[in-house]
């Protein structure tokens, strides 16, 4: 059974930093495409930035340059690193992957973690 816990939210002034974290467990990092997307009140949820299976990163266009994703495969946990934050980066975010089998990858996200707030403010 495929597990994502996200740690690493909190409570931030604008133009600080901080780092999520997305413990994976029943799932082999590397393999497969993984992302983080977050969720502001009122809003839909969007992708900020992902790993595809060949390992190009992506980043929304508002994030980039601010926000780096990362993963260390020894330690199944996806990161994303967050410096100058906005208040409008402020939303939940969650961490996910693609699902995996014996076939290979599925092309869709399958699993999802429980989400960890970040707030921002001025």
């Known amino acids: 059974q495929v597990q994502l816990v996200e740690s690493g939210g909190g409570s931030v002034q604008a133009g600080g930093s901080l780092k999520l974290s997305c413990a994976a467990s029943g799932y082999i990092f590397s393999r497969c495409g993984m992302g983080w997307y977050r969720q502001a009140p009122g809003k839909e949820r969007e992708l900020v930035s992902s790993?595809?299976?060949?390992?190009?990163?992506d980043y929304e266009d508002s994030v980039k340059g601010r926000f780096t994703i990362s993963q260390d495969n020894a330690k199944n946990t996806l990161y994303l690193q967050m410096n100058s934050l906005k208040t409008e980066d402020t939303a939940v975010y969650y961490c996910?992957?693609?699902?995996?089998?014996?076939?290979?990858?599925?092309?869709?996200?399958?699993?999802w973690g429980q989400g960890t707030q970040v707030t921002v403010s001025s």
């Open positions: 790993i595809r299976r060949g390992g190009t990163k």
């Open positions: 996910t992957v693609e699902g995996q089998s014996l076939l290979g990858c599925s092309g869709s996200w399958e699993y």
